[in-house]
């Protein structure tokens, strides 16, 4: 396997390099005025300083059986986001070099994630992102007790009912979805960003949420209370009973339900960002159903390859890149 380097931050300019961390079970810490988390990354078959192919007792845990790579990151958002407008994917600073048959491999990219938006045969800076509450394997939300005058906006709960801390990070056991706390984030639909514009284009601020917010508190608490007694249609009362990742998935794939969401500073995001497609001993492959494989090191350039969280861009944002801010990244390259 060819020697990687793994770096890990708050933007693609502000890396660590985190790959004496990798299979160590040992988090890195994100921190920025955006965000504030940890990440943990396993590979199997990741080749350490002796030149050995390594790997982590996560691969040994029933839940993740036939997983060949794993990132995993707990943290918060520091401002308001809808859950329509964090991304997840990956950016690219010049175009790809695709093989022969990577429409196939889309289409499975495709099946695997319908919320998927890409332009990966773009000539200057390929992409391709989902939204993130949709496109994650593992998502786990906690609301917890506290927080700051920018922390999420619909919490009518008493602070006696949350908990004080994040969950345990990273877990004794793989992540596992648990969203029992998310309809605490659901944002009522006639002030929530569903009613703005599309999000696929523009969303709204981080003021504008926050003083809707106070503006709206008292008709929140009433729907909250309402929601407790059984009140209210199914519609208002947002993601509830959202059992395992499919439901949730499928919940998510629609917008206007991705926009009813607000994250914010007391809400805890756990998820765990692993497949087994790809595969990194003794070389860098992908595998898709129906035997179809590439060796990725035939056709990769050496420019490294950014997962990244990030805002979707809006009309007037600062910037030439098709995505908006970063607000954390995972980068994966060749050492020199």
Known sequence: ?????????????????????????????????????????????????????GSSAYFDQDERQGITWSFQVQGRFLKNYSADDVLFGNTFDRPLQLPWGSGAALKFMNFVD??????L?????????????????????????GGSPG?????????????SMPPKFPPSHPIADDNSMLHLAHVPSEWS???????????????????????????????????????????????INLQNASQRRTYFSSPENRRSVMFGSKDIISIDFCYGFLEFSPTISLRLP???????????????????????????????????????????????
């Open 114 to 119: 319908p919320t998927l938006e890409h332009d």
């Open 290 to 336: 129906g035997g179809l494989s590439f060796d990725l090191m035939r056709y990769w350039d050496g420019q490294p390859v950014r997962f990244v969280c990030c805002e979707r861009k809006r009309p007037g944002d600062e910037g030439t890149e098709p995505w908006g801010r970063i607000l954390w990244c995972v980068v994966i390259d060749l050492c020199d």
């Open 193 to 239: 960003p569903s009613s703005s514009p599309s999000s696929s284009s523009s969303s709204l601020s981080s003021t504008h949420s926050y003083s809707s917010v106070k503006s709206n508190k008292s008709r929140l608490s009433l729907k909250y209370k309402n929601l407790k007694r059984g009140g209210g249609s199914r519609s208002n009362q947002g993601p």
């Open 1 to 53: 396997m060819p020697r990687l380097r793994v770096s890990a931050g708050s933007d693609p300019n502000a890396l660590a390099d985190i790959t004496n961390l990798v299979n160590t079970n040992k988090p890195s810490t994100i921190a920025s005025d955006l965000f504030d988390g940890k990440i943990v990354v396993n590979i199997k078959g990741f080749t350490t300083e002796d030149g050995e192919p």
């Open 151 to 163: 922390s999420s906006p619909s919490s009518s709960t008493s602070s006696l009912e949350l908990p």
């Open 121 to 145: 045969t773009s000539s200057t800076k390929p992409w391709a992102l989902s939204p993130l509450i949709s496109t994650m394997p593992h998502f786990m939300h906690t609301r917890i007790c």
